[in-house]
């Protein structure tokens, strides 16, 4: 497995993965093309042999950082993915002054939130009625 910046060309493959992962509420192949004209955007994506298998990407500005997305393809959960990509983003954070992360997670996605505590994340507060479908969300946080 290899760990690498997203490029554009990885975007069609990001958005395919995307609409698999979160069929609710997908980032549309507009929106993550557009995280390039951010120069706070840093996405970062794990390759197996050449294939697309996972990606994240996080924001950093002013001393914070917020992990907008995260997603590993089916086959391979469960197998250190998920670990590997939140802590390049964690380290891309901490390289660019960030001395706190924060993430946002479904209060029913039991399998991030597990991944996020074993990557140091802890509970901040809830947000309720946040996603569209009405269901809350978990602020979580990692300090630097």
Not at 36 to 42: A, G, I, P
Not at 110 to 127: D, N, V, W
């Amino acid at each position: 497995m290899k760990i690498r910046k997203w490029e554009y060309k990885d975007i069609l493959r990001i958005s395919q993965i995307e609409t698999e992962c979160f069929p609710l509420e997908p980032w549309s192949f507009k929106m993550l093309a557009s995280s390039f004209e951010s120069e706070s955007f840093h996405g970062v994506l794990a390759e197996d042999g050449g294939e697309i298998i996972g990606y994240g990407g996080i924001t950093v500005a002013a001393g914070t950082a917020d992990i907008a997305n995260v997603a590993v393809t089916e086959p391979y959960r469960h197998s250190g993915v998920g670990t590997a990509i939140i802590s390049e983003l964690t380290k891309t954070a901490a390289s660019l002054g960030a001395e706190k992360v924060f993430l946002e997670v479904r209060v029913s996605n039991s399998i991030a939130m597990e991944l996020y505590l074993k990557s140091g994340f802890k509970g901040a507060y809830a947000r309720t009625r946040y996603y569209s479908d009405g269901e809350d969300c978990l602020v979580m946080v990692k300090e630097l």
